[in-house]
T-cell receptor
Framework: GQNIDQPTEMTATEGAIVQINCTYQ??????LFWYQQHAGEAPTFLSY????GLEEKGRFSSFLSRSKGYSYLLLKELQMKDSASYLC?????????FGAGTTVTVRA | ETGVTQTPRHLVMGMTNKKSLKCEQH?????MYWYKQSAKKPLELMFV???????ENNSVPSRFSPECPNSSHLFLHLHTLQPEDSALYLC??????????FGQGTRLTVV
């Protein structure tokens, strides 16, 4: 089966940086996604990594190491609106397998 | 029109009822998915349809029955559910195995 692990909760201060780690063991790999989900809303796409290295998109960056089965999502200059759940998902051929999500709470 | 639309947004049903969840995508995608999201648990993949054919059924109980009449529509038929089936049911679509676009979900409560 698939095994995707990420921390359950993280708390940070407004303006700070937070790094959410994700480790995975899956039968196949065609890329790794990060999604953001606010309470009561649908997950929305943040980033996609298929090659090793860092992908930067504004305040959010995502890193992938395929040999280590490891990714992280870096959130910079945190804002209150960044309080949400962040889901790591692995593209295993024709489907996405998700981690349980990391709830990030941003405090003033 | 939004990309992926789910109806109803909220549903309360008794254990003897029969109901259906509906999902419609306007993105021209060729794959559609049903996920179950329970509190504090990972999104659980239930069913995958690719080109209108079911390609994945993750050991889901038979009281959940999917239907994909065409590439734009996906249904989840529910009957004789249990209280533990109460959850948020999310529909998603993608082009092949690319980025998934999610609907707003149906919050299901079984009483």
């Amino acid at each position: 089966g698939q095994n995707i692990d990420q921390p359950t909760e993280m708390t940070a201060t407004e303006g700070a940086i937070v790094q959410i780690n994700c480790t995975y063991q899956t039968s196949g790999f065609n890329g790794l996604f990060w999604y953001q989900q606010h309470a009561g809303e649908a997950p929305t796409f943040l980033s996609y990594n298929v090659l090793d290295g860092l992908e930067e998109k504004g305040r959010f960056s995502s890193f992938l190491s395929r040999s280590k089965g490891y990714s992280y999502l870096l959130l910079k200059e945190l804002q209150m609106k960044d309080s949400a759940s962040y889901l790591c998902a692995v593209d295993d051929d024709y489907k996405l397998s998700f981690g349980a999500g990391t709830t990030v709470t941003v405090r003033a | 029109e939004t990309g992926v639309t789910q109806t109803p947004r909220h549903l309360v049903m008794g254990m003897t009822n029969k109901k259906s969840l509906k999902c419609e995508q306007h993105l021209g995608h060729n794959a559609m998915y049903w996920y179950k999201q329970s509190a504090k648990k990972p999104l659980e993949l239930m069913f995958v349809y690719s080109l209108e054919e079911r390609v994945e059924n993750n050991s889901v109980p038979s009281r959940f029955s999917p239907e994909c009449p065409n590439s734009s529509h996906l249904f989840l038929h529910l009957h004789t559910l249990q209280p533990e089936d109460s959850a948020l049911y999310l529909c998603a679509s993608s082009q092949d195995a690319g980025e998934a676009f999610f609907g707003q979900g149906t919050r299901l409560t079984v009483v």
